[in-house]
Each structure stands twice: as structure tokens, then as C-alpha cells.
């Protein structure tokens, strides 16, 4: 369920809400770390969406294998088709210069304490190399729910190839630069949005990521490590326009 990269996506300028027509413009071919073949121009009828942090280079990268992050700063629109995960790997603390990272889909359920976070999508994995500039993989869900049909939604990724059950085949060590605490300012997403970031604690063996599996502070299937952080990482979706 997870692939070999193979190419980086050169990243000029960016502006979130263009056209698609713009986006690839403004990135040059879209060339995807999973493709040898800049993407199809996608339909003039989406609108570009994003959320997450700017990919740009922060202090460090986790040196447990397998953990989940998740973005917590702000929620994808309903009706998102996702389209690709950006992210910077420009450093190695833990000593890897390559690893595993497969997108995932949560559905965001506020309780009386806490938030839980549940697995609703399985996306493909891939295996990356570093690099010094930022790079994409397809968020291309293979499994569960691939559209949000509200906005309870939001993404996130683990550091591991999965199979089709969630469950880790093969791990890494981390492979987005963080900085911890979060930074402050608003998300790519803009106005409502953060910087925040949650990531599990270290398990052995490494989360299960099947559908349905929960995350929170506490009181899940597996909890957060207790502060907040921010990962170069964003998810980057087509929106029908109405």
C-alpha cells in the first residue's frame, strides 16, 4: 500500500483559493513524489483549499519511529477532494536520511474534555528520501471516507507504510521538521486557524492506524504527547465551486 518516491515538487509560489490553473502555474509542472509525469490539470470548476503550516525548515524531526500526527489548528471544508500532502524533510536528527509517511483522514468529535480524533481515511503510502527543498505526495484515500461531508474533519499522517487494515508494515523515524511549542499566527488556512499540531506518544509496537481507531489527550486508543507542536506539513484539496 505504499510507494517508492521518486520525484520532488518545486515549490516557487503559492497562493490558497486560486484557480488550479494558477496552482500549476505558480508550482511549475505539479510533479508529485509518487509520478514521473506532471498532473493533469484538474477541472476549471475546483477551487484550490489548504490547511496545515507552511513546509518551510524548523528545529527538528522526531526521533521515535511510527508516531501519528495530526493537524489540530483548523478543519478541511466540506466537500474537499484531496488532492496532495506537501511537506519539508530538509534535516535528520534521528540519522535517517530516508522514511515512510502514509496521509490520513480524521473525523474531529469534541467531548466534555477532551477532542477525539478518529481514523475515517487511509490514504497511500510512500517512501521518501530527504531533500532541501519541499516535496508532495498524492493524498489518494484507499480506504473509508474520502470526501469530509461536513466540517468536523481534518488530516494527518503517519510515519509508516500500512496495509490496507492500518496496520504498520514498515517504519521510520520522523520525517517532517517541527518546531516545538507550536508556532504562533494563523494556519495556511487562514483567518479561524492555527499552527497546532498533536502527535502520539511513543508505543511499541507503533499505532495502528485501522478505521476507526481513536486519538486524544486521554481516554482513546492512543493518547498525545501532552504540548502542542508545529509540522511543516499541508494538506493541499480541489473544492467544487457552487
Not at 490539470?41 to 501519528?68: C, F, I, M, W, Y
Request: hydrophobic share 40%; with cysteine; glycine share 12%.
Amino acid at each position: 500500500m505504499f510507494s517508492k518516491g521518486r520525484k520532488k515538487m518545486h515549490r516557487k509560489a503559492i497562493v490558497f483559493g486560486c484557480s488550479f490553473g494558477l496552482l500549476l502555474s505558480a508550482f511549475g509542472s505539479l510533479a508529485l513524489a509518487d509520478d514521473n509525469t506532471a498532473a493533469t490539470k484538474p477541472a476549471a470548476s475546483n477551487r484550490l483549499v489548504a490547511e496545515g503550516s507552511t513546509p518551510t525548515h524548523r528545529s527538528q524531526t522526531d526521533r521515535s519511529s511510527g508516531l501519528v500526527m495530526i493537524y489540530v489548528g483548523g478543519s478541511l471544508p466540506a466537500g474537499t477532494n484531496l488532492v496532495a500532502l506537501q511537506y519539508l524533510f530538509d534535516l535528520t536528527t534521528a540519522g535517517n536520511t530516508t522514511g515512510y509517511i502514509t496521509p490520513l483522514l480524521f473525523e474531529r468529535t469534541p467531548g466534555a474534555i477532551n477532542t477525539v480524533y478518529t481514523v475515517a481515511g487511509i490514504g497511500k503510502g510512500f517512501q521518501v528520501a530527504l531533500s532541501s527543498t519541499p516535496q508532495a505526495i498524492r493524498f489518494e484515500v484507499t480506504e473509508g471516507l474520502r470526501v469530509p461531508p461536513n466540517g468536523h474533519f481534518t488530516f494527518g499522517f503517519v510515519n509508516a507504510g500500512v496495509n490496507s487494515s492500518g496496520v504498520p508494515i514498515t517504519t521510520s523515524e520522523g520525517i517532517v521538521d517541527f518546531d516545538q511549542p507550536a508556532d504562533n499566527g494563523e494556519g495556511v488556512g487562514g483567518t479561524g486557524t492555527t499552527n497546532d499540531w498533536a502527535v502520539t506518544n511513543s508505543y511499541s509496537p507503533s499505532p495502528v492506524v485501522a478505521l476507526g481507531t481513536t486519538f486524544s489527550v486521554s481516554g482513546a486508543d492512543y493518547d498525545f504527547f501532552p504540548s502542542s507542536r508545529t509540522y511543516s506539513a499541508l494538506a493541499i484539496g480541489a473544492l467544487p465551486i457552487k
